[in-house]
């Protein structure tokens, strides 16, 4: 199918236009190898609501953190179904963050050194580029790597 000097990563969230953002790179790139990740920043503080009421009913914060890690693992198991569908040799993976996901997105494409990044984005600013303050436009202004950004179906692809 593919060899191992041609991974690549697809950032996934579930989105439909993640899911579109496959369907382009399996159309565009043919088969390779693809680490499927999906990277998720805990909800669940000492202060938040969802941790006052898992508290109120038995639980803590780290029950609601355990539940959101089943939900990203879940997410990122979804993708990498969908990618292998499509025809990726892909495996999914999740990256838990304390801080902005697109954060978390640049250290693994920076630990792994892939080809390519493939990523849905909400649509191209006037002047052609990804939305500013969008985790696409954070992650392409901090890579060395090439970015292959997926605007959502209709919107030119």
């Given at each position: 199918m593919s060899t191992?000097?041609?991974?690549?990563v697809i950032a996934y969230?579930?989105?439909?236009?993640?899911?579109?953002a496959i369907a382009v790179a399996a159309r565009e790139l043919g088969p390779r190898h693809a680490d499927v990740v999906h990277a998720w920043e805990p909800l669940a503080s000492a202060t938040s609501r969802l941790a006052i009421y898992a508290v109120a009913f038995g639980g803590t914060a780290g029950?609601?953190?355990?539940?959101?890690?089943?939900r990203a693992r879940a997410t990122a198991d979804e993708g990498a179904?969908?990618?292998r569908d499509a025809g990726f040799d892909a495996?999914?993976?999740?990256?838990?963050s304390d801080g902005p996901v697109a954060d978390a997105i640049v250290r693994y494409v920076a630990e792994h050194a892939p080809q390519l990044v493939v990523m849905g984005t909400?649509?191209?600013?006037?002047?052609?580029s990804v939305i500013a303050g969008s985790v696409?436009?954070?992650?392409?202004?901090?890579?060395?790597?090439p970015v292959l950004t997926v605007p959502p179906n209709g919107?030119?692809?």
């Open positions: 191992t000097n041609d991974r690549i969230d579930g989105s439909e236009n993640a899911r579109h029950d609601e953190v355990e539940l959101e890690g089943e179904r969908i990618a495996k999914a993976i999740t990256l838990r909400r649509g191209l600013s006037g002047a052609r696409s436009h954070q992650v392409t202004q901090h890579l060395h790597t919107a030119g692809v």
